[in-house]
């Protein structure tokens, strides 16, 4: 370590030591036999970070171990792949695909945005249309339409479409046990025209469990764990990438504040508000209704670009 004249100063890092560079060098065996060398490679960096970061805040041995326990709660509520969105690591992943497929030349399409913690595998699949919700809640009802394109326009008939939101309260079915199997949750193929069409209720926005894990961290940094009112899509076509998006529904207070950091231009359709009585009358209904037009556009399959079809653990129910 050198001062601003020059002058040499001994440095009170222990990350300078060789002691400490020997101990990280054998914690990843880096350098030994055995293993795999970028899994060493990414241990020795990552204890290093932490090490560094112990020194730099000169973090005491029960601050450390309250991070431990913090961890395993964290584990133990199954909070993982809520406090992942939170701390932006998720949309970080995104913005690292959007990165490479620009430089793999794919422009234009449907923005993603993350996936989140509260999909399921196996919604009931249906031929262009479906009913989302079971019919307990009394929440606005929405109609929402539109259609699976490629980036020339053209049509995309047989895709599916995977969608998921909560209900007025903000909860999953699969995860809320207040709700039935597979509430607010389907699977629609598009028809020959490449459309899908479906009726459900507007969502409201998720909130945080109050008192777990995630909340707490959230709470430590002065910040709030809303998401604004969306809706989930998965869409997959033979021979088209898998895209993985949300909607947002516009005018929520937390629409340009959310707690998981998905919200992006080009996801925010107009809601329209239909109050024409012979509409309403026409729709069955007696009270006035929601609609969204929204068209999905995907890119052709690409070897120059990482796969967007990811790997991850889901709940099942
Ligand atoms: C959600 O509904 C969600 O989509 C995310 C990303 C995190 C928590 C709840
Ligand atoms: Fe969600």
Redesign the pocket.
Known sequence: MTTHTGERVMSDSLMETKDVKDLLMKVSALGADGGDVRMKRIVHCVVSDLFRTIEEFDIQPDEFWTAMGYLTRLGQANEVG?LV?GLGLETFLDLRMDQAERKAGLEGGTPRT?E???WLAGAPLSKGEARLDDGTEQGEVLFMQGQVQDVDGKPVAGAVIDVWH?NTKGG?SGFDPSQSKYNLRRRIETDAEGRYRFRSILPNG?ACPPGGPTQQLLDALGRHGH?PA?I?FFVVAPGYRKLTTQINIDGDEYLHDDF?F?TRDGLIPEVKRVTDAAAIHARGLNAPYAEIGFDFVLHAESAAAPKTVVERAHASV
Do not use: D, F, Q, S
């Open positions: 809520l969105p993350i989140g913690p509260l909560a999953y998720y998401r969306h989930h998981a998905a």
